[in-house]
């Protein structure tokens, strides 16, 4: 059984930064690539930041590129998400994901999210 717990959402001002954390557990996650995904009001679930099991291979949404960095810790089951001069349009629901694709296909299981919100 795998459970995802993320944290570290809250509302920041734009130009500001965030740190996300997501806790795992359950034996997959040193052996599973991991990924965030975010959902803002209205919109689909789109793809943010892909890592590999072993961390030596990150992939970013366009959008994000340059501004986020996506990192984990295998030794305490947690992946970071650290997102930097942050923007309005960045506001959403992050949510953790296991075994993602590079491209941005999700994998089978979910965190419950975490609440950015970004003001202008």
């Known amino acids: 059984q795998v459970q995802l717990v993320e944290s570290g959402g809250g509302l920041v001002q734009a130009g500001g930064s965030l740190r996300l954390s997501c806790a795992a557990s359950g034996r997959t996650f040193s052996t599973s690539a991991m990924g965030w995904f975010r959902q803002a009001p209205g919109k689909e679930r789109e793809f943010v930041a892909y890592?590999?099991?072993?961390?030596?291979?990150?992939y970013y949404a366009d959008s994000v590129k340059g501004r986020f960095t996506i990192s984990r810790e295998s030794g305490k089951n947690t992946m970071f998400l650290q997102m930097n001069s942050l923007k309005p349009e960045d506001t959403a629901v992050y949510f953790c994901?296991?075994?993602?694709?590079?491209?941005?296909?999700?994998?089978?299981?979910w965190g419950q999210g975490t609440q950015v919100t970004v003001s202008s």
């Open positions: 994901n296991l075994g993602p694709t590079y491209w941005g296909a999700p994998g089978n299981y």
């Open positions: 890592i590999s099991w072993n961390g030596a291979n990150t």
